[in-house]
């Protein structure tokens, strides 16, 4: 493939992703959180922005979102059941879609739970997943406006993309999420691995993200809800993972 993904680092702690193919030279967003940042990527490649793909609702991924639209000619993509929620949409979608996006075949996947109406994009020619607030590396959102039940069906969804498929999420929180994880599975050898590189990534300055989904599913106790050693190490033997996964939230809430 030609296309490059470009993670860029917004406000405090947000990412925003550029997709752009060579061929066809076509540019893409991934959220909006906001615009300084990104029209400075744009300028620095001479690459003009066509679309705009909104997740959810919160200010946190659409504040940029009006000046972006002013200094572009960029259509704005987002979730038809939340329309009431979101800026004002060029084009609306509903999970189960596919539509294009710089010239790439992409997704629509219902992934609420941090929020009633949270999207998720997959791009499958190139194994990537932006998935925002929901799935996390070696996370996921708090369950602000679903419930336990969804947030854990969303992840599931997820968890049966391909296993190469890399996960480009909405924040840089990993460094906590590997902290709380250790917590979980204190004895699992991969999460010290990939702790110690995203201590590393962090003291370089890199971003920890994208991460790929196989590493998610060896790593993340969000994802890991179904594993018996993790029900073991919870002494939740025999409850069901929608019950456990609710114990690992709760817990992550207080840590």
């Known amino acids: ?12 702690d947000n990412y925003a992703y550029l997709i ?4 066809r030279a076509a540019t893409a967003l991934m959220d909006a959180p906001e615009a300084e940042p990104i029209l400075a990527a744009l300028t620095d490649r001479g690459w003009a922005l066509e679309t705009i793909l909104i997740t959810h609702h919160h200010a946190d991924h659409v504040d940029g979102l009006a000046s972006l639209q002013s200094a572009t000619d960029a259509k704005v993509v987002g979730n038809a059941a939340d329309a009431a929620r979101l800026p004002p949409l060029d084009i609306a979608v509903s999970a189960g879609d596919s539509i294009q996006v710089a010239g790439y075949e992409t997704q629509v996947l219902d992934v609420s739970g ?43 969804r997820l968890a049966a993309l391909p296993p190469e498929t890399e996960i480009y999420s909405g924040h840089e929180y990993t460094a906590s999420n590997a902290a709380f994880a250790a917590t979980i599975e204190p004895e699992n050898e991969a999460l010290k691995a990939r702790t110690a590189e995203i201590s590393a990534a962090r003291a370089a ?21 179904n594993r018996p050693e993790v029900k073991a190490a919870l002494g939740l033997e025999g409850q069901s993972d929608e019950d456990v996964f609710a114990k690992i939230r709760a817990l992550k809430d207080r840590f």
């Open 114 to 156: 941090h929020t009633i109406g949270h999207i998720a994009y997959y791009v499958p020619a190139l194994a990537a997943a932006f998935t925002a607030d929901s799935l996390m590396a070696l996370g996921c959102g708090r369950v602000f406006e679903g419930t336990p039940g969804m947030m854990w069906a969303s992840l599931s």
């Open 1 to 12: 493939m030609s296309a490059d993904i470009l993670t860029i680092p917004c406000r405090s």
């Open 205 to 225: 300055g890199r971003p920890t993200v994208p991460a790929r989904l196989d590493l998610e599913l060896a790593t993340n106790p969000f994802l890991r809800a």
């Open 20 to 23: 752009h193919d060579h061929e």
